[in-house]
Structure formats: C-alpha cells, structure tokens
C-alpha cells in the first residue's frame, strides 16, 4: 500500500536560508529598532486647570514648564519629551484626569495642582498610582504635613511657614486684625496659621469672614470691615476673587485706610486690579524685577519676555522650576522608574549659594526663600508694581529652621 | 444694629439692581423664545470685553457701542444656531447654547488671554455718598440709576410699541401672529439680539467692579438663573422683584453668615419654589405646560 508522504511546505534547506535571510536583515534592522524604541518621547503630564478663575495663573504655570522643556532642548535622557496638558476640573475630576494620564497617555511624572483642594486630591491619586507627582502651586500645609507622602513634592512654602515669615513685617500695623479669608482649604489654613500668631502676640480678632469662592460682589463685606475699624486686614482670599476685592475696596474709597495684607499673592492677581486698586503688602515667591535674581533666572525672564511678549509671572517661575528640577531628576536618574525618580529629586539642588533651593528628604517640601513685596505708591509701569521690602529668611542657612521640621507640620513618611 | 442693617439693606439692592440687569435679558429670551441660553453670561462678559476695547481705543463715550455689538454678536448666533432649535426638544437648546458659552469663553480667553483686565470706572463716577450709616458710592448709585431707566424704558417698549405688542403676541401664539402677515423670524432675530445686548449692558455696568476676566459669565449666569426663576419664568415684573430681593437676602447673609452667602440665594429660591412652584409672578403658558 503506497502511503502518499504529505509535501512539505517548507523544506530544510529552504528554512534554513530564511533563519540566514531573517538574521541578516534583523542584523541590519536591529540599530534602527532599537533607535526607534529610544525615539519613543517621554512623556510628562501636566495637570493644570484651564477654565475657571485660577485658568490665569495655570497658563503662567504651563508657560513656565513649557519654556524649561525647551531649555532642557525639548529631551530628557537624550530622548524626545513632551508634555501632556489635561484639566483640573474639580477635586474628583482632577483625580480621573490624573489617572487619564497615567493609565492612557503612560507619563512618567505629573507636574500641577494649581488649587489646594485639587492637589490633596491629586496628592492622594500619585500615591495610589506610585507616580512621582511635583505640586507647582497650591500652598495649604497639609500637602506636605498630613497628608505628605514619598510621590509627592511642593514647590510652594506652607501657608503656616509663611505666616511665620510674614509675621515680623505686620505686626506694626497694630494688634486689631479683620480676617477675610476664603471658605476652603488654602483661605481656611490661612485663617487658623494666622490667628494662632496673633494669638501669641496679644492680639485681637475684631471680625472674621469666610469668603465663598468666586464672590462677585464685596460691598458688604467692605461695610462690615469699615465698620469693625481693625488695624489691618488679613486677606486669604485667592486669584480672581483678591483682584475683586481689591477693585471694589478701591471703589468704596478704602484705599490706604486700612492696611491690607495677604500671602502668597499672585503677580497675575494683581496685574488684574490695574494701577489705581493696586495696594498691600504680600508674600511672594520671585519677582521678576527684584535685583538680587541670579543669572540664570534673569535668563529665564528674558526668554519669557521674549517668547510671550509679557513679562514672567511668580508663577511662570514656579512651572518654571518645579518642571526644570523633574527633568534635570530623571536625567540624573537615567531612569523613568517612580523610585529613581524620587532618589534624583531628593538629591536635586538648585539656585545660588546665597538663594538656594531643594527638595528636602522628610517631607519633599522645597525649601527655598520667600520675598515679602508692597505695592509702589505710584505705579508708573504696567506690569511694575511691586518694591521688594525683604527676602525671608536673610540666611540661607536659616532655612531649615525656618521652616521647621517635617514632623512639626504632622508629616510622617514612610 | 439698625444702622448695620440699613446699611446692608442699601448695599443689597445695588447688587440686586445689576442682577435684574443681568436676568432680565434671559427672561425675555426665555418669555419670548422659549429659548433656556445658557450663554447668557457670555454675552455679559462679552460685553465687559467690548467696552474694555473700546475704553482703550476710543475712550468713555465709546462704551455705548459696546451693547450694541453684544447684540449684532446675538443676532448672528440666533440667525447661524438659535434658529434651529425653536422647535426642537428643551435639553437641545440647553447642550447647544452651552457649547456656545464654552466657544465664546474659550475665544475670549485665545484673544485677551486668561489674565484679568484691569478696568476702573469713569474719574467722574469716583466718589462715595454717605447718608448716615448709609455708604453708597458713586459709580454703584449711577448704575442703580441707569439700570431703572434701562427697565422703564423696556417696559414702555413692551406695552406701548407695535414691536412690543407683536412681541407679547408672538409669546403666546406665534402661529397666529404669522397668519397675520408679520414675519415673526425677524422679530425673533430681534428679541434674541436685544436679549444678549441687555445682557451687554450688564457687563458693561459690571466690569469696573468685576474682575474682567473671560470666566467671569460663571458668577453671572447663576444669579440669573436664580433671579428668572423667583421672579418666574419669563416675568418680567417677577425678575425686578427677585433680583432687588436676592441682592438683599445676599447681603444679610454676608452681615450675619459670610460663608453662606453664595448659597443663600439657592435656599432662598428653594423656598419661594415650595410655597410658589412657579416662582413670585409665573403664569401657566401653554406653550410650555
């Protein structure tokens, strides 16, 4: 019986030359794959709102790290990078937007929180993803306090720190203080740092006001102050809503009648009220026309000026170095590994001798100088509006003290 | 404590004068067309953006050209969208005039930049009154005056014009006002132009307060809400009175629970709902029961 052997489809010898062929050819092909797969762009999420009264400040916030990519040459570890830009809607929605990030467009680390409220949550969401996430703006104390934990970093000083170097250069005005701060989180810390100062000072609270986000209208709250007649007023009212004030405290002739004092104000805040409303004297992180910036900040300014045709803003400076510190990091780290992120960060260091900053190990505070600035008398400049009064604290080795112990503010990280 | 209350009392109904300005546009839209336009706030900050310009470029008496080039932006809308939607179910209208109001946000912010505009009232308006307890500033008494002249002479407009009474009839029965021979899409190109300019003018009005900014419609557009439907849906009487007691609810609130304020007005609205459900002065309209 002749058993018919089936053809076969491929003989030896032929298979053998197609292994010869294909090893050649992936031979040739190899450094072109593996060029392409270094190609591939690192990506970096950018978590920044972009509607809503804070929008102002986060485009500073966006220009800034977008002009430290292009610094850095548009690579990170000698690939392309790029940035990824999602909204912070809200609290909730800035946590979907970080997981959008992190699970779809596969960035390696996040930079944003624009708001307190949104970067406690977002905050939260890095720790559960284990993604390094590096908090360019919101300065409630909890983020790094309480609520610290090893993926995230912040760049603002903590509203408590604040209040301590604030303190010397109010105390002047008088012991009758007004609170007008703003019902959540940030205007809430304000208000409790500042009364616990006063406090200890031997001081009165003659009217306390919790502001709702987004008041349009300010002339009763003007009343009432007119008619508690404090020493001072101590603002925590953000953005949008302190250019409001400002504006309507103006209109209602109280211009110069009572000291208005706040922290962390924004240039863009500012900026808004025009020359006339203008006036207090405030925290800040950079000024763009203070005399002691280093070079390489002066440098920063230039390109701004020259890129967007209006001068820096303190928080272009913030996107600035929040996102300049990550990408020199990973550099360092020659990794987008969360671990080797977070190892380059805590040993980052950044400025001058005389103004430095870094990433400190116990908590991933940023501790670096804060300016305290006034409004001119007479603006002449629009854009120029503040004197730079003192930068806080005079000794860079006083920082650490400054800002106390991780553990002082409840941060306990693991 | 009297004075404290008189003071606020008078404070309140500033802010509710420029709410009413601000509603009464969206009531007539809404009375008229039966259009919900959730871009109402928009054209208010559109309005705040024009006068800005034209301050800059032309001076104070330019100002005035700003509500009427709210209202040529309006009448566009209405002619190229709003037109569509007449006939259409009431939760189009709403997607659709809200994806307007995120377009015209979103132009204004590509155009002027998310950063607030510094703008301050007229030199001549600076100045305070005080009447007793009583302070009053200039500025916020010549908008209480003007937003009062802008009301009369609407509602003169409403009762004692042809236009006016074709209005109120196309209301209520636009069919048969177009058996009669008017050309109702014109008149209604006309109500939704005149609709967005009042709300120009509001802005107007607002911006030397506001910060201008192009997210500024968002403290706008709820108080409005608010307003039309206290006063009820499309009354016009109803938004004057809703939006002068909503100014005062508001500044009370602020004298005893600051915190409370913004929220105030939606339980205040909340309640005249359950006693009144639909609203101080509403009216049963066929066309929307």
């Not at chain 2, 259409?88 to 005039?97: D, M």
């Not at chain 2, 008494?141 to 009762?159: E, R, S, Y």
Request: charge should be neutral; include cysteine; aromatic fraction near 10%.
């Amino acid at each position: 019986m002749l058993v018919r052997r089936p053809a076969k489809l491929v003989t030896r010898r032929q298979a053998l030359l197609g292994a010869a062929t294909f090893g050649a050819v992936g031979q040739l092909g190899m450094p072109y794959i593996a060029n392409a797969a270094a190609a591939e762009p690192i990506k970096i999420g950018l978590l920044l709102a972009k509607t809503g009264d804070i929008a102002a400040q986060a485009e500073y916030l966006a220009n800034g790290s977008y002009l430290a990519l292009e610094e850095h040459g548009n690579t990170i570890m000698g690939r392309p990078a790029e940035l990824v830009w999602y909204d912070e809607p809200s609290p909730q929605g800035s946590q979907q937007n970080m997981q959008k990030l992190v699970q779809e467009a596969k960035v390696c680390a996040v930079l944003g929180g624009s708001l307190s409220s949104n970067a406690l949550a977002e905050q939260a969401t890095a720790a559960q993803l284990k993604i390094p996430f590096v908090c360019n703006n919101a300065a409630a104390t909890a983020i790094t306090g309480a609520n610290c934990n090893r993926y995230t970093f912040r760049l603002n000083t903590p509203v408590a720190v604040q209040a301590t170097m604030f303190a010397p250069y109010i105390m002047g005005y008088g012991k009758k203080w007004y609170f007008l701060t703003a019902a959540f989180a940030f205007g809430q810390d304000i208000a409790k740092s500042f009364k616990e100062l006063l406090t200890r000072a031997g001081g009165t609270i003659v009217g306390d006001d919790s502001v709702p986000l987004n008041t349009p209208d300010y002339s009763s709250f003007i009343l009432k102050i007119r008619q508690a007649k404090p020493d001072m007023i101590l603002g925590g009212v953000p953005a949008g809503d302190l250019s409001t004030f400002l504006k309507q405290w103006n209109e209602m002739g109280m211009k110069g009648k009572i000291p208005i004092c706040e922290i962390a104000i924004g240039d863009t805040d500012i900026w808004s009220v025009g020359p006339d409303a203008a006036t207090g004297l405030y925290t800040s992180l950079w000024w763009y026309q203070n005399p002691n910036n280093p070079p390489d900040e002066q440098k920063f300014a230039a390109q701004y000026l020259k890129k967007y045709n209006k001068p820096a803003a303190d928080k272009a400076w913030m996107g600035w170095v929040a996102a300049k510190s990550l990408f020199e990091s990973i550099d360092a780290a020659k990794s987008t590994e969360p671990d080797a992120i977070i190892k380059a960060m805590e040993d980052w260091k950044g400025g001058t001798a005389e103004s430095p900053y870094s990433w400190r190990k116990g908590d991933h505070q940023m501790l670096l100088k804060n300016l305290v600035v006034e409004v001119k008398p007479k603006i002449t400049d629009k854009w120029d509006y503040f004197d730079v009064k003192g930068m806080v604290p005079k000794d860079a080795a006083d920082l650490d003290k400054v800002f106390g112990a991780p553990t002082d503010a409840g941060c306990h990280m693991t | 404590m009297l004075d404290v209350l008189l003071s606020q009392v008078a404070a309140g109904l500033v802010l509710g004068g420029l709410y009413v300005m601000i509603a009464i546009g969206l009531s007539i839209i809404f009375g008229l067309l039966g259009i919900v336009n959730f871009a109402h706030g928009n054209f208010f900050a559109l309005g705040a953006y024009f006068a800005l310009t034209l301050v800059q470029n032309f001076g104070w008496p330019a100002v005035i050209l700003a509500p009427v080039l709210v209202g040529i932006v309006g009448m566009v809308a209405e002619r190229l969208l709003i037109r569509q939607l007449y006939d259409k179910e009431p939760l189009i209208s709403l997607i659709v005039t809200f994806a307007l109001a995120l377009m015209i946000e979103a132009l204004l912010r590509l155009i002027y930049g998310g950063i607030g505009q510094p703008f301050s009232q007229p030199p001549m308006f600076t100045g305070i009154y005080l009447w007793g307890p009583v302070l009053i500033t200039k500025y916020r008494l010549a908008v209480f005056i003007f937003t009062v002249i802008v009301l009369i002479g609407l509602w003169a407009l409403m009762q004692f014009t042809p236009f006016g009474r074709i209005l109120r009839a196309g209301s209520r029965d636009p069919e048969m006002v177009g058996l009669l021979g008017i050309r109702l899409p014109r008149v209604l190109t006309a109500v939704f132009g005149l609709g967005c300019a009042l709300a120009g003018v509001a802005g107007v009005l607002a911006a030397p307060l506001w910060t201008v900014t192009p997210s500024m419609s968002t403290n706008a557009i709820m108080p409005a809400f608010v307003v039309v439907t206290i006063g009820g849906l499309g009354s016009f009487a109803g938004a004057v009175i809703a939006g002068l007691m909503v100014g005062v609810v508001t500044a009370l609130t602020i004298q005893f629970q600051p915190d409370a304020a913004n929220a105030m007005m939606y339980v205040f609205m909340a309640v005249i709902l359950l006693l009144r459900p639909r609203g101080l002065l509403g009216e049963r309209w066929e066309r929307f029961e």
